[in-house]
C-alpha cells in the first residue's frame, strides 16, 4: 500500500484554494451537512460515489482527493509521446461489494489514454498467479472497465462466492457461463444462471488493455 495524504487533509485544503464554504458543498453534492462535516474533521472518508460528487464540486482530481501523489488539478495529463491520458487506481485485490476507492484496496496509480477512459469507469488490477499465462502472467497490470455483463470472448473480472475477483475468458451458455482459464492446466469455471444468484458470481467488469514492464 502506498502512502498518501489524509482524505480530511486533502478535503479542507482543496476547499480552502478554491474558496468553498460547507454550505456550498452541500448545495453542489447534495451530501448532507453533518456528512461534510465529518469528512472535514476526519471522522470518517467519503465512499467512492461521494469523492466522485466532491472532486467534480471543487473541480479537482478524485485521486488527489483520496491523498495519493497526483496533480491536484483536473487539467489534462501528458504522456511522454504527447497523448491525453488520465490516472486510475491500481488495486491489489477487488472482493464482493468493493469500494476502489478504499485506501487497503490501493497499491498505486498507473496512466491510460484519455480515449479509453471517456465515459467508462475504469480501474487497473494486478495479475496474480498463472491461470491466464501465456497471455497474462504474474503481476501484469491489466486496465478494467467496470460493468456487470459482458459478451463472449471477453476476458473478464469476476467474484465467486463474495471471494477475491478472478480473471478468465467469459462465455455465455443457453443456461449460464463458462470462466476459461488460458492455461490448460487449469479447469474451466462453469456456473447456471440460478447459481449464479445463489453461490453467488458477480461481474465488476472486463479487461480492455494490458499494461506490461520488460
Known amino acids: 500500500m502506498i502512502a498518501k495524504e489524509s482524505f480530511k487533509n486533502r478535503l479542507n ?12 458543498l ?24 461521494g469523492v466522485k460528487l466532491l472532486a467534480d464540486a471543487l473541480n479537482i482530481n478524485p485521486v488527489w482527493l483520496m491523498g495519493y ?4 488539478d483536473t487539467d489534462e495529463k501528458i504522456d511522454e509521446l504527447g497523448n491525453p491520458v ?16 478504499a485506501q487497503e484496496n490501493w497499491i498505486g496509480n498507473v496512466d491510460v489514454d484519455k480515449k479509453l477512459a471517456d465515459g467508462n469507469e475504469l480501474f487497473a488490477l ?15 497490470i491489466v486496465i478494467i472497465k467496470k460493468q456487470d ?13 463474495s471471494d477475491e475477483a478472478t480473471i478468465k475468458k467469459g462465455k455465455k451458455t443457453s443456461n449460464g ?6 492455461n490448460t492446466s487449469y479447469d474451466p469455471l462453469i456456473f447456471t444462471y440460478d447459481e449464479m444468484k445463489t453461490i453467488p458470481v458477480s461481474i465488476v467488469g472486463i479487461v480492455k488493455q494490458l499494461k506490461r514492464e520488460f
Open 13 to 24: 485544503k482543496a476547499m480552502q484554494i478554491r474558496n468553498i464554504k460547507a454550505v456550498e
Open 126 to 140: 494486478k495479475v496474480k498467479g498463472d491461470s491466464m499465462f501465456p497471455v497474462l502472467v504474474e503481476d501484469d
Open 69 to 72: 501523489d497526483v496533480p491536484m
Open 26 to 49: 452541500v448545495e453542489k453534492t447534495n451530501i448532507s451537512k453533518a456528512n461534510i462535516s465529518c469528512y472535514m474533521s476526519g471522522k470518517y472518508e467519503a465512499k467512492a460515489d
Open 86 to 101: 488520465v490516472t486510475i487506481p491500481i488495486l491489489g485485490v477487488v472482493k464482493a461489494g468493493y469500494d476502489y476507492l
Open 149 to 161: 455483463d459482458f459478451e463472449t470472448g471477453d476476458i473478464v473480472v469476476a467474484i465467486v462466492n
Open 177 to 182: 457461463i463458462l470462466l476459461q482459464p488460458l
